[in-house]
């Protein structure tokens, strides 16, 4: 009976170690972006690991329990033009691997596991972030080759973002990115360098336009989460959010161009439900740390009932829709509606653009063509202008709130949401709308901003 036991604990022993063994990094990623350094290891299966921060010289330290790393692996990992100097590796004696990060600077260090998905197995994401990266997102968009970190110990302090009275700002949102290569046509097309390619000739062509100027959320190949899309598009006064993208449908035979705005209540056709799930499900792809998930419900679970960004919304979905069937066939004759997590910014209006469907052959040919981005740029530009000169009224209300000073109002006894609306020279439904209030109730104490005209 004990030689039985023996052999059983033998055998579990055996097991245990070929798992262990059996864990190893296949590959290791670095995608720098403005204000940060993503690293990004590819796991057999998951890990348990800790973090550690070390100075003179600065050093981020992290331990990987159970795992093996080549430094073939290592010396494969391209850090060229981030503030990583150099990477180690190197096994300790408690079964775990040690990855140091000798840097040229200060860098705070964030990890977290991500689950498989479509794209992926089992990841570890470290992120090498800033210390200033809040200022730094209020700056405006950095290619690549421009990105703060790119050499620089000590990233430059934020200019803060000044926009000129009668300046319409667009905000271009270029889907996807870094880790996230979104829709990938047969011939190996990635829709984040589609999209990209469309979004930076579009930019170029609106900042050519007088009283214009264009923004990018993302201006190189890096990830940025949905919620900071919508952010930098607030944080730069924008008037007009519009997200690009060229998705794939299980339909290969599936064509044309498509303009949508937020629905909330449901999707207007199959298609639209399914790009709407696919394009949500982008942060789990892209790599977005979940434990700040109820901030995140916070943020964009806000008042979507605002009638006038929603009007704007459609309007400028009009524009634009009827300006893309000069250069391509239209998917559906109409504006669509699905819910779309990053056109929930209540007080900008959005839309998303899908330019076609990657995973038509033929579309995807004309899409990876310099050309056709361009055509496809001018068109939406076009508009963009039409939308701008037809509704006057959403773009200057925008801009009247925009350049109005706001100060914060606390509510004393007797105070109601009218009263101080007329206290302030303000509409009702202007008040709950810079406030994001959902209700009308209000209480003593509550702190309110209003507009100081």
Same mark, same amino acid.
């Given at each position: 009976?004990?030689?039985?036991?023996?052999?059983?604990?033998?055998?579990?022993?055996?097991?245990?170690?070929?798992?262990?063994?059996?864990?190893?990094?296949?590959?290791?990623?670095?995608?720098?972006?403005?204000?940060?350094?993503?690293?990004?290891?590819?796991?057999?299966?998951?890990?348990?690991? $800790?973090?550690?921060?070390?100075?003179?010289?600065?050093?981020?330290?992290?331990?990987?329990?159970? &795992?093996?790393?080549?430094?073939?692996?290592?010396?494969?990992?391209?850090?060229?033009?981030?503030?990583?100097?150099?990477?180690?590796?190197?096994?300790?004696?408690?079964?775990?691997?040690?990855?140091?990060?000798? %840097?040229?600077?200060?860098?705070?260090?964030?990890?977290?596991?991500?689950?498989?998905?479509?794209?992926?197995?089992?990841?570890?994401?470290?992120?090498?972030?800033?210390? =200033?990266?809040?200022?730094?997102?209020?700056?405006?968009?950095?290619?690549?080759?421009?990105?703060?970190?790119?050499?620089?110990?000590?990233?430059?302090?934020?200019?803060?973002?000044?926009?000129?009275?009668?300046?319409?700002?667009?905000?271009?949102?270029?889907?996807?990115?870094? =880790?996230?290569?979104?829709?990938?046509?047969?011939?190996?097309?990635?829709? $984040?360098?589609?999209?990209?390619?469309?979004?930076?000739? @579009?930019?170029?062509?609106?900042?050519?336009?007088?009283?214009?100027?264009?923004?990018?959320?993302?201006?190189?190949?890096?990830?940025?989460?949905?919620?900071?899309?919508?952010?930098?598009?607030?944080?730069?006064?924008?008037?007009?959010?519009?997200?690009?993208?060229?998705?794939?449908?299980?339909?290969?035979?599936?064509?044309?161009?498509?303009?949508?705005?937020?629905?909330?209540?449901?999707?207007?056709?199959?298609?639209?439900?399914?790009?709407? =799930?696919?394009?949500?499900?982008?942060?789990?792809?892209?790599?977005?740390?979940?434990?700040?998930?109820?901030?995140? %419900?916070?943020?964009?679970?806000?008042?979507?009932?605002?009638?006038?960004?929603?009007?704007?919304?459609?309007?400028?979905?009009?524009?634009?829709?009827?300006?893309?069937?000069?250069?391509? $066939?239209?998917?559906?004759?109409?504006?669509?509606?699905?819910?779309?997590?990053?056109?929930?910014?209540?007080?900008?209006?959005?839309?998303?653009?899908?330019?076609?469907?990657?995973?038509?052959?033929?579309? =995807?040919?004309? %899409?990876?063509?310099?050309?056709?981005?361009?055509? @496809?740029?001018?068109?939406?530009? &076009?508009?963009?202008?039409?939308?701008?000169?037809?509704?006057?009224?959403?773009?200057?209300?925008?801009?009247?709130?925009?350049?109005?000073?706001?100060?914060?109002?606390?509510?004393?006894?007797?105070?109601?949401?009218?009263?101080?609306?007329?206290?302030?020279?303000?509409?009702?439904?202007?008040?709950?709308?810079?406030?994001?209030? $959902?209700?009308?109730?209000?209480?003593?104490?509550?702190?309110?901003?209003?507009?100081?005209?």
């Amino acid at each position: 009976m004990k030689l039985k036991n023996l052999l059983i604990m033998s055998s579990i022993l055996v097991l245990v170690h070929c798992a262990r063994a059996e864990n190893i990094a296949e590959s290791i990623r670095v995608w720098p972006s403005p204000g940060s350094i993503r690293v990004v290891l590819d796991l057999q299966n998951t890990v348990e690991y $800790k973090l550690l921060t070390l100075s003179k010289p600065d050093r981020i330290v992290i331990d990987i329990q159970d &795992i093996k790393i080549s430094k073939s692996v290592v010396d494969n990992i391209d850090i060229k033009n981030t503030m990583i100097k150099k990477i180690r590796v190197g096994e300790r004696g408690d079964n775990s691997t040690r990855l140091v990060f000798e %840097l040229q600077g200060p860098l705070e260090p964030k990890a977290f596991l991500l689950k498989p998905n479509e794209y992926y197995g089992n990841r570890l994401v470290l992120d090498l972030e800033s210390r =200033e990266k809040q200022s730094i997102l209020s700056l405006f968009e950095l290619d690549a080759d421009d990105a703060l970190l790119h050499g620089s110990p000590r990233p430059q302090a934020a200019q803060e973002i000044v926009v000129s009275k009668g300046e319409f700002v667009v905000a271009i949102d270029c889907g996807h990115g870094g =880790e996230d290569p979104g829709a990938i046509g047969a011939r190996g097309t990635k829709e $984040k360098d589609v999209v990209l390619a469309i979004g930076k000739k @579009l930019r170029t062509k609106i900042n050519k336009e007088p009283n214009m100027r264009a923004i990018l959320t993302r201006g190189g190949d890096y990830y940025i989460g949905l919620r900071d899309r919508f952010e930098r598009a607030r944080l730069h006064h924008a008037d007009l959010f519009i997200s690009i993208h060229a998705d794939a449908f299980k339909n290969k035979n599936a064509h044309g161009a498509s303009v949508f705005v937020l629905s909330e209540k449901g999707s207007t056709s199959e298609a639209a439900k399914w790009l709407a =799930e696919k394009e949500n499900r982008s942060d789990l792809v892209g790599g977005v740390r979940l434990d700040n998930k109820s901030d995140i %419900l916070a943020s964009v679970l806000l008042d979507l009932s605002q009638t006038a960004s929603k009007k704007a919304s459609f309007d400028a979905a009009s524009t634009i829709l009827g300006s893309l069937k000069n250069v391509t $066939k239209l998917h559906k004759g109409h504006v669509e509606r699905a819910g779309f997590l990053v056109l929930k910014a209540p007080d900008v209006p959005s839309l998303l653009v899908e330019t076609g469907f990657i995973s038509n052959p033929s579309t =995807e040919k004309k %899409l990876r063509t310099s050309s056709y981005q361009d055509k @496809l740029a001018s068109q939406i530009l &076009i508009g963009i202008k039409e939308y701008y000169s037809q509704h006057p009224q959403h773009v200057q209300k925008a801009q009247m709130m925009r350049h109005d000073t706001t100060k914060v109002y606390v509510v004393k006894s007797g105070d109601s949401l009218l009263k101080i609306a007329e206290k302030f020279h303000m509409s009702f439904s202007e008040l709950k709308q810079l406030n994001v209030l $959902k209700h009308n109730n209000i209480i003593i104490g509550q702190k309110l901003k209003v507009v100081k005209r």
